[in-house]
T-cell receptor
Framework: KNEVEQSPQNLTAQEGEFITINCSYS?????LHWLQQHPGGGIVSLFM???GKKKHGRLIATINIQEKHSSLHITASHPRDSAVYIC???????FGAGTRLTVKP | SAVISQKPSRDICQRGTSLTIQCQVD?????MFWYRQQPGQSLTLIAT?????????ESGFVIDKFPISRPNLTFSTLTVSNMSPEDSSIYLC???????????FGSGTRLTVV
């Protein structure tokens, strides 16, 4: 069993829909990252959080340390949000397999 | 957060040859990390590069295959040596600025070995 599990693996949505991507982990962590990887391969760090909730524009990330679970939400999704979203936990930086999001116009 | 310039962005190489990937950071950092992302897979840490000492390699990665240089606090290179098609991957460098800012990644190098 992977130490960092993401769901779903693939997600297709219509423009404007509310998106949720989930991440569960089994190791002790000091923080959790949500990363965005575009088709070219480059990775952008969206959030680093160790408790509660963070919001940046249309993106919201939450974490429940007791339940070892985090979610990434995208409100009013747009085709430019299409990317692979990766959850990574700050325990020697372990990565989830990623969620490939496609937002159709 | 830090800005990392990674080169080349992509390359197609013949098997048996070597490719050196460069990462330049816009500020001094203690540790730089090199990752490999095989097709359809998540990121795997290759090694951690500290300035002034030999890189620390993860299990399954060896210095002869992936030599790393770290001549100063803003620059590092990763060489993929004696390449085979199995080395076709995206290679990324990363730095950990602080506990507040977290990780920053380079733009990645998409390597195809033919």
């Amino acid at each position: 069993k992977n130490e960092v599990e993401q769901s779903p693996q693939n997600l297709t949505a219509q423009e404007g829909e509310f998106i949720t991507i989930n991440c569960s982990y089994s190791v002790g962590i000091s923080a959790l990252h949500w990363l965005q990887q575009h088709p070219g391969g480059g990775i952008v760090s969206l959030f680093m959080l160790s408790s509660g909730k963070k919001k940046h524009g249309r993106l919201i990330a939450t974490i429940n340390i007791q339940e070892k679970h985090s979610s990434l939400h995208i409100t009013a999704s747009h085709p430019r949000d299409s990317a692979v979203y990766i959850c990574a936990v700050r325990s020697d930086m372990r990565f989830g397999a990623g969620t490939r999001l496609t937002v159709k116009p | 957060s830090a800005v990392i310039s990674q080169k080349p962005s992509r390359d197609i190489c013949q098997r048996g040859t070597s490719l050196t990937i460069q990462c330049q950071v816009d500020s001094q950092v203690t540790m730089m990390f090199w990752y490999r992302q095989q097709p359809g897979q998540s990121l795997t840490l290759i090694a951690t590069a500290n300035q002034g000492s030999e890189a620390t390699y993860e299990s399954g990665f060896v210095i002869d295959k992936f030599p790393i240089s770290r001549p100063n606090l803003t620059f590092s290179t990763l060489t993929v040596s004696n390449m085979s098609p199995e080395d076709s991957s995206i290679y990324l460098c990363s730095v950990d600025r602080t506990v507040n800012y977290g990780y920053t990644f380079g733009s990645g190098t998409r390597l195809t070995v033919v």
